[in-house]
């Protein structure tokens, strides 16, 4: 799968970054867009600094702890994001009302268990902005939802010993009051 | 590697060159440091907790066949980190009982948010303390199962807990999450609710200067004092240790006065000063700071470092004789430094209010007569309220270095249009101010107010309390908090501060607007 589309942003170099997945996928990307990801940009610039003389930026990047599935969401993602900001340059709120309208609809889209592995991926490669937007997301998915749901939300079974669970709800009975099921 | 905590970030280039392969040291070392940054103490253990949730995560999700977990299995060293400190990331954009629900998820989370009160999370999100419900007040006999609403702000929930303590007591926000209550036995307690950590404090009986005519012990409850705030907190609840150097101001009697008492003092002492009538205190640089009262309501806060008079106006049929009342004088006053013998440029000012009010006074009985009748002559749009009373805007002024030449005074105020990231709590408690972008829920500029127009409860149908909600700087507009009705003549809602106590496993609340930073 190979990811070529317009420069999102004009004033951005037309270099182009390769980055391998763990899954050897191999995605073409703008600079401008592979920057916005600190891990990328760290290697980058170390790489850089390394071959100074060299001058070629067609080094590939793997990125063994990320898969092409994430990675092809976090690029689009990024793209959009560049777009909108180059767009509202001079107007935060407006970049704020576009921004917001995205990210709306851009959850329409992604399944919970993607969120997690676009979390993952998030993180990895240091992209702050999805990372804090993933978060947010989760955490106003499982807000005021019950126990169980953050469970099966998030995967994750009860170790608890017998007991333990309950004593623990009975301690704080009125946080798990009210509490949507689903 | 590169990594990431919260919204600090850490870059640290190891060997860039092994950046695509596993590097188990690099990892920990990384681990480690993200951690250390805010507190030195989590290293490579809650790297397991963080991992094994994680990958149990990984197991039951339905995105992954076997030979997928095996592979993750096999690449953990890299990703240890990840899972925890994504986990607080996510964790701190939620409000304290969805922490406790979260914690009740599995073991290892449990023990990760035992550890919240040693990580960055954003202080807790102010709790609005409901009135006493009218129902139970009947009741009387009943008393051990007195509960009291508190309602989140953030998500809209109403708690019960079973505060007998504070059952028919007229309730203060102090600071620090504690509680000043009344009874009608005219005996002060601090309370720390919850935690249920109670100070008696002297009796009303100890006040230098009490009413000169004879009061009812319901009328000196509901009266006596106006305004409470605690230099620090008396008792930590977190460590449980008692902290002997505080001090207790109040803004008491009839004249409004200021008096004080500490640990081991029997009695109030006065602050003697020719200045009467104050209508707000707040701790300041540890200096006290005071304003003068008149019947637009003012308040001081302390707001990251700088001081702040809040000025609330009110109108509806009570007031609506004051909507001519320009303040714009207000901006210009210079005042001297924030000391107790402050402000002698603006008690000028306050002090020819006085005969105004007390013909305001008057005339608010006036209007109880004619409550019914719907004549609303409020000029500022609000002809529909029904109410008495009722807030129409605020203005702000900031504390700054007078640098104008030739003038006699340090300080002047000057005039804010923005709080900035800022949420400001202001009404029967003592004043707050919070940074909102660090509290999911609560609005950036705007200030929340609950209603503290004591004088005029009695003067209202159901009781006080309606006057309450959310005022926004950018467009000054109101709007409601609590959509329900909580009124009481004695006490209305305040503002309470609910945050996680380690030690004791339970949750304190209490006044919010007495936060310190």
């Known amino acids: 799968m190979s990811n070529q589309s317009e420069s999102p942003n004009p004033t951005s170099s037309s270099n182009k970054i390769t980055l391998k997945t763990s899954d050897n996928e191999v995605f073409e990307v703008e600079e401008a867009v ?45 793209k959009k994001h560049l777009e909108i900001k180059a767009n509202n340059a001079d107007n935060k709120k407006e970049m704020e009302i576009d921004m917001e309208h995205y990210e709306r609809e851009f959850l329409k889209n992604v399944m919970p268990q993607e969120l997690t592995e676009l979390i993952l991926a998030a993180n990895y490669l240091n992209f702050k902005e999805a990372l804090d937007f993933f978060c947010r997301a989760v955490a106003s998915a499982i807000q005021n939802k019950s126990v169980e749901y953050v469970r099966k939300f998030f995967g994750l079974e009860s170790d608890f010993k017998p007991g333990e669970e309950e004593k623990l709800r009975e301690e704080f009975a009125w946080s798990f009051e009210g509490v949507d099921e689903d | 590697m590169v990594t990431s905590f919260g919204t600090k970030s850490l870059s640290l280039s190891l060997n860039p060159t092994s950046l695509p392969r596993s590097n188990p040291n690099s990892i920990n070392f990384s681990l480690h440091l993200i951690l250390s940054k805010p507190q030195p103490l989590l290293s490579l253990s809650l790297s397991h907790l963080g991992l094994k949730s994680a990958l149990r995560g990984v197991s039951n999700s339905s995105l992954f066949n076997e030979t997928k977990i095996q592979k ?107 509680l000043l209550t009344i009874g009608t036995d005219l005996q002060i307690n601090l309370l720390h609710p919850f935690s249920k950590y109670l100070l008696c404090l002297p009796p009303i009986a100890t006040f230098c200067c009490q009413y000169e005519f004879k009061v009812t012990p319901e009328r ?184 104008q030449e030739g003038s006699i005074f340090k300080y002047k105020w000057v005039k804010v249009d923005s709080l900035g990231d800022q949420a ?11 940074t909102a972008s660090s509290l999911n829920g609560i609005k950036p500029n705007c200030i929340y107010f609950t209603d503290d127009d004591l004088f005029h409860f009695t003067c209202t149908r159901n009781g006080g309390g309606f006057d309450m909600g959310v005022y926004r700087m950018e467009d000054a507009i109101i709007m409601p908090h609590y959509s329900g009705q909580s009124l009481s003549f004695l006490c209305s809602p305040l503002c309470a501060r609910i945050r996680i106590c380690k030690t004791t496993g339970c949750y304190i609340a209490g006044p919010i607007y007495g936060y310190s930073p």
């Open chain 2, 220 to 403: 000196l409850r509901r009266m006596f004092l106006k305004k409470v705030v605690l230099s620090r907190s008396p008792w930590n609840p977190a460590t449980r240790e008692c902290d002997c150097d505080w001090v207790v101001m109040v803004i008491y009697g009839e004249y409004q006065q200021l008096a004080f008492t500490r640990p081991g003092y029997k009695a109030w002492v006065d602050i003697t000063n020719t200045q009467k009538r104050y209508a707000d205190i707040a701790f300041y640089k540890e200096e006290i700071n005071l304003k003068i009262q008149i019947h637009i309501q003012k308040y001081i806060v302390e707001s990251s470092g700088d001081l702040l008079f809040v000025t609330r106006f009110r109108g509806g049929k009570f007031y609506s004789r004051l909507n001519d009342y320009s303040y714009e004088e207000d901006s210009d006053s210079d005042t001297d430094s924030g000391s107790e013998s402050s402000d002698e440029d603006s008690e000028d000012d306050f002090e020819n209010e006085d005969p105004e009010n007390v013909v305001e006074d008057e005339d608010s009985e006036n209007a109880v007569e004619d409550e019914d009748s719907k004549d609303e002559s409020d000029e500022e749009g609000f002809a529909k309220n029904d109410n008495p009373y009722v807030t129409i805007g605020f203005t702000v002024h900031k504390l700054t270095r007078c640098t």
């Open chain 2, 424 to 434: 400001l709590f202001v009404g029967n408690s003592s004043s707050l101010s919070l």
């Open chain 2, 72 to 178: 993750w299995i096999s690449k953990m060293s890299e990703w240890a980190d990840l899972p925890c400190d994504v986990f607080f990331q996510i964790m701190c954009r939620l409000c304290s009982d969805d922490t406790i629900i979260s914690s009740a998820v599995c073991k290892s989370w449990h023990l990760l948010l035992k550890s919240v009160e040693k990580l960055p999370l954003p202080p807790s999100c102010p709790w609005l303390m409901l009135a006493e419900e009218s129902k139970q007040s009947e009741k009387i006999n009943d008393e051990e199962s007195r509960t009291r609403g508190f309602f989140n702000l953030r998500n809209a929930k109403v708690h019960y807990f079973k505060l007998p303590e504070v059952a028919g007591r007229r309730c203060f926000g102090a600071s620090f999450g504690w």
């Open chain 1, 34 to 78: 592979a920057m916005k990801f600190c891990t990328v940009k760290q290697y980058f610039d170390d790489e850089n600094n390394n071959n100074v003389t060299s001058g070629t930026s067609t080094t590939l990047i793997p990125l063994p702890n990320v898969e092409s599935h994430p990675l092809a969401i976090l690029i689009t993602y990024c």
